[in-house]
Structure formats: C-alpha cells, structure tokens
C-alpha cells in the first residue's frame, strides 16, 4: 500500500505544473543574434567622441596634411578633465581620434615623423593616446580609438605600401594602450592632399583598396573583444547621418549585402538602408549615432554660442538610445586641451534631465499580470519586466505570439514616458507594439510603435491611470521581454 501510495504522488507530481516548470525549455533565438562583444558595446548606449588635431590649431574641419608639426600645442592639456567630463556625463566609453584625415598622430608612431614627437607640445616627449586611455581606466571609462583609412600627408596612400603603413600604425594603437572596446573605421576615402609634397588628388577603390577582411582580422587578434565599426560593420553600423538620429523603426539587423566603410550596395537609398536596417536582415548589426555637440566636429572658436542646448541633446537621446541604437557625442577638446565651459555646461543640465527623468520608475509599484507565461514557468513569469536587471525576461508559450502585458496601481500612477527592452540574447522577436490606459472603464489606446531591441523610449502627453496594458500586435515568435518602465518627464 505504500508503495503505491507513492507512486501515485509521484505520478501526481509528474504531471502537475512544478514538473511542467522544470521541463519548459527556454525559447529558442529567432534570427541573427548579438555576440558578446555587441551585448556590451550595446549596453553601454551613450558613449563619446573627442575630436582633436591639427585642425583644432588651424580651425579646418579636415586638415590638407601639409600643416606643420609645429601648430600642434595644446596650453593646459588635461587628461582627467576631459575624462571626468564625459564620465559625468553619463558616458561610458570615449573614442579618440588618434588619426584624422590629415595624417598627423596623436602618439608618437614608429611609422612617421607626422605625429606629437616633432610637435612643440611637451617638447615631442607627450603621447595623447597614453594619456586619454590612462586617464579612461583611472575613471572607470572604456576606450575607443579611431584611426582614418585616409592620409592626406602619407606619401604612400593610394599605393599598395600604404595598406603595411597602416596597419602597422593600428598594430601600435592595440597593442600599446590596453584595452581597446571600440575600433571606428572612417569612410572618407581619398582625394586632394599634401601626399609628402605631391600636392595631388589620388582616388582609390573604396571597395578593394583597403582589403578590409585583413585589417579586421587583425583587430581581431590584438583585440577580441573590441567592436569594429564600420558603414557595413562587421560589429556596429553607421546609422546613415550625422545627426544623431536613428530611423523609426530602427532595426538591429542588416543585409550587409556589399557594404563596406564609406560604400554600400548601388541604389539611391543608400544611407536610408543603415538609418532603418532590415527586419529580418542577414546579420546583428546595431546602428551607432554620430553627432557632434557644435556644428564642426572639431573646437572652433567662432562656434562657443552655437553648442547645443541640453534639450537639444535630450531629444537626440530620445531619437538615438530610444529607437535601440547608441548615441555618440562628440565633444571637442579646445585648443587648451580642455573641455571648453561652454559644452561642459550643457552636457552637466543634459545628465540632469535624464536624471530626473528616469530616477523613478513607477512600475517598481504596480501589479504585473500577463495573459501567459510560458510554461507557468516563474523563470519567464511577467514579473521579470520590472525587476530592474535585462538578464531576466517574460515570455510566452511558443503559440502565443500576440500577448498582453497589464501593470495595476492602487493609486493613479502619472507618466509620460515609457521604456521597453527585448532580452537580445535571443534575437529581435517583436514587430509591433501597442500601449493602452485604463480610462473611464475601458481601454484606449494612448501609443503604438514597431521595433524595440535594445531599448525603446515613447513620448506621450501626461497620463494618470490605475493600470496600463501593453499588447504585442505583431511578432512571428513568442516574444522575450525584458523590461517595461514608466517614467515622467517634467518641463
């Protein structure tokens, strides 16, 4: 008898809803997934650029390549202001331009007298590299460096030499200066230029010149776990502007197609392609925006008045990091090597607004329900949207691909922000999206969108409500999310 009795609780226990937990497998990934390397790179979201030269001593935008060495001397150079700047932005890498078009070197390259050895600046002893990246590890900041495929001094650009110069000169940049977590590949490619005293025009192939597979293969090597960017990649894309504006929709994907640094497929919407990516598209390739916080990308005096208002940087956050793609902020050191107190400003009152934008999340408060969970396995249950960490998600039952999500309040809760994240590890799964409130005993719908990924941020005119749905209206996979927040936006 007992025995029996044992197996029937046994054969109880089998069939009931704690076996069926232990049993439910996760979902599986639907599409092209991110590496390691883009996970982090994307959870970073906004990240700087310093653009510093030449130019910033001879006010051009892209220098010839025939300025002397000489100009190149920053008065009150400091490393640590600069860093604590953009670490007290909020940012969480800084990406130096170590080498512009104009070919001069921000180190001391083995490869050419063009660099800070033969500047007046800390008598040809200074290695601005050294210094940025020191100081980014000593604040907590990771580090990026841009070197231009294209040398406007180098006498050697345009011929098969030059590709041994470069690469020799990106092998000194990995392999001295610790780790790297982000290497950008310019798409600006030949034209007129100093050319060691040429003064000429070379024009090459942009798309076999560079033999781009070799030098990213080196990257590779040094450093594995640096995201490349690129127009077409490999880890990150341009998002088709300079305006730090990502399209709406934004997706992750892209049919890289015969993309490359500085060319893409032949057709008329060549940039449109990157600005909105490709649902569906043949590889994870998430879209960087690219802005500078003046109209020149390098410091101008004649520019001091015209940086941009911090909410003017506001909406660019709005428009990059809330449509799933990275924002990248230039913010030109001036010709003291220093943040100038005009930028300074503005990015101060653009980390408070999104502080006070974003410290309370109202749903750290409600109720969470879901019309399923997938499995009734609480590892995918719907409290995992606002517990705060993206390594948690709700999902659903592989049928179930147009679920709801409601969040319930004793109180009205007001907002006018929302925020929702996909769990990347397994794909771009959502299409569509609708957002609802509880509104005199029925459900209106407030907002609608299609593409979430990394993180989508929506606007709205102020809502006070006791309970908020959201409905997935389109998705070909049951979806994985990880996280809705409400937030409000004050004036």
Known sequence: MVTKALLSLTTLFLAGPAFRALAVEPPAPYGPVPSARQLQWQAMEFVGFLHLTVNTFTDKEWGEGDESESVFNPTDFNADQIVCAARDAGMKELILTCKHHDGFCLWPSQFTEHSVRKSPWKHGKGDMVKEISGACRRHGLKFGVYLSPWDRNSAAYGRPEYLAYYRNQLRELLTNYGAISEVWFDGANGGSGYYGGARTTRTIDNRTYYDWPTTWHIVRQLQPVACIFGDGGPDIRWVGNENGIAGDPCWATLNIGQFGPGYGPPGNDYAGRLNSGNRCGTNWLPAECDVSIRPGWFYHPSE??????????????????????????????????QINERDLNSLHEFRRLRDAIFACDLTRKAKVTASNTRGDDPRFAPKHVIDGHRDTYWSTDNSVTTPELVLEWSKPATFNVIRLREYLPLGQRIEAFALDKWESGQWTEFASGTSIGNCRLVRCPAIATTKVRLRITNSPVCPALSEIGLFEERP
């Open 304 to 337: 001091d008045d015209k940086v941009k208002a911090p909410r003017q940087l506001l909406d660019l956050y709005f428009n990059s990091v809330g449509r799933g793609a990275t924002l990248l902020l230039n913010v030109p050191p001036d010709r003291r090597g």
